[in-house]
């Protein structure tokens, strides 16, 4: 019986798999150490609501401090995890270690930062709470340049804040179109309307060169020779796995803590969820590592189980969701969107609102809402999970 629970990484996947913990009826010693300072906060609002001032800090807190208390949780916040022995069971906090005889690895992922961009100040990535401190401040401050590089999710997110503020807003993504990574071009493209109409100037297919100025940043060159105005940067060019204090450890990590089906590591009782996490999907084989809330959320509940109960251990087998609100528009990726077949269920590309189904000639393997109907959104994710026949989805919707 397990007596000595660790989980590191203290955000979304790791405060899940402390509830599930307790909710279990697990009642050992339970240790939850976190990086941040901060009393762990829901990341998704940080370029959304909590840039735009929707919502303040207290609206974000994945639990109020008393309720940690209350689930009798050692929490170790601003203590970052240095190196994991799995043979001795114990994880290196810099000056001491703390043992386990169960460990969950929840440290998610951080912004990728191109290297010679960071030396200027005015340059900022997202991904922490103390970074959306520092961009809201320099956007309510009336920075009127603002520079967003590379257009995901986030990116699209930043720039939409930014026109909240009235700022002149320039996106700029190096790939011919933006969510390229999530969707084809041609299901982005209410996206690209969408920046435009708000008045976001929206550049694909140039990469930034370099950034110039002395001390502060004031201007981005593109690789085309372009040279924009910029009084505030965002980079939002995607995130890495934060696994570099596993080096040494003995752990399988190639992009990600290699993990089972039931997120078990390559160490026994050593689980890994959520961001950092690299599992083999059970239902399509892929080797997967989702950066979503709802993968992070589940996958810490998971594997929470699987630890407390290892002969009854589930495979996680969770589709991939995400969700992006832009403008007061919400745009929804469920499964994959770089599929064979494509069919709308209703609107389109060029209309105000679309459902997209995709295929890989056999089943439904994803959808994409842009503004849509949440119920059919939904129905059309179910399909997804239940691995729907194409032709029968199709058929159903005719
Ligand atoms: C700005 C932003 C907006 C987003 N919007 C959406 C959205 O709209 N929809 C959606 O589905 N997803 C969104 N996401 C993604 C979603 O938030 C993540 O997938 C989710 O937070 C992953 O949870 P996690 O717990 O695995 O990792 P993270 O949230 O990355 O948390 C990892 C935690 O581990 C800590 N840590 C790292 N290294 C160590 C260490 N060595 N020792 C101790 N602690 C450590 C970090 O400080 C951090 O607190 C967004 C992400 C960001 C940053």
Redesign the pocket.
């Known amino acids: 019986m397990l007596t000595d629970i660790v989980v590191?990484?203290?955000?979304?996947?790791?405060v899940e798999a402390v509830l599930a913990l307790r909710g279990a009826g697990y009642d050992g010693r339970l240790t939850l150490?976190?990086?941040?300072h901060e009393l762990?906060y829901?990341?998704?609002?940080?370029?959304?609501e909590l840039l735009t001032g929707e919502m303040a800090e207290d609206d974000i807190r994945l639990l109020p401090a008393e309720e940690f208390e209350d689930l009798d949780v050692d929490l170790r916040l601003g203590?970052?995890?240095?190196a994991l022995d799995p043979a001795e069971r114990k994880v290196d906090i810099g000056g001491s270690d703390v043992p386990y005889d169960g460990l969950v690895i929840?440290?998610?992922?951080?912004?990728v930062r191109p290297r010679g961009w960071f030396g200027l100040d005015g340059v900022h990535t997202?991904?922490?709470l103390d970074d959306?401190r520092r961009v809201r401040a320099a956007m309510a401050q009336g920075r009127p340049s603002v520079v967003v590089v590379g257009a995901g999710?986030?990116g699209c997110?930043i720039a939409a804040a930014a026109r909240h503020f009235g700022l002149d807003v320039t996106l700029v993504e190096a790939a011919a179109s933006p969510l390229l990574r999530a969707v084809p071009s041609e299901l982005a493209a209410p996206v690209v309307r969408l920046q435009r109409a708000n008045g976001v100037r929206v550049v694909c297919g140039v990469g930034v060169a370099r950034l110039l100025g002395s001390l502060r940043v004031d201007k981005v060159e593109l690789t085309d020779g372009t040279v924009l105005d910029a009084d505030l940067v965002v980079v939002g060019v995607g995130?890495v796995p934060?696994t570099g204090?596993l080096d040494g450890s003995g752990l399988s990590v190639d992009d990600g803590v290699i993990t089972d089906a039931t997120l078990q590591t390559t160490a026994p009782g050593v689980y890994a969820?959520?961001?950092?996490a690299r599992w083999p999907h059970p239902t399509t084989g892929d080797s997967l590592r989702?950066?979503?809330?709802?993968?992070?959320r589940e996958q810490?509940r998971q594997a929470a189980l699987n630890l407390l109960d290892p002969q009854a251990a589930q495979p996680y087998t969770g589709v991939p969701?995400?969700?992006?609100?832009q403008f007061g528009e919400r745009f929804q990726l469920a499964g994959t969107a770089h599929a064979k077949h494509l069919h709308f269920l209703d609107g389109g590309p060029a209309e105000e609102s679309y459902l997209a189904l995709l295929g890989d000639g056999e089943a439904v393997v994803g959808a994409v809402g842009f503004n849509g109907s949440p119920r059919q959104f939904n129905r059309a994710r179910r399909l997804i999970t239940q691995g729907t026949p194409w032709a029968e989805a199709i058929a159903q919707h005719q």
């Not at 829901?42 to 959304?48: A, I, V, W």
């Not at 203590?79 to 240095?82: K, N, Q, S």
């Not at 929840?106 to 912004?111: P, V, Y």
């Open positions: 590191v990484g203290a955000s979304v996947a790791g150490i976190g990086a941040d762990p829901n990341p998704t609002p940080l370029s959304k203590t970052a995890a240095r929840a440290t998610g992922s951080r912004a997202l991904r922490a959306a999710f986030i997110e995130a934060a204090w969820v959520g961001d950092a989702v950066e979503h809330w709802t993968n992070a810490g969701y995400v969700w992006s609100d």
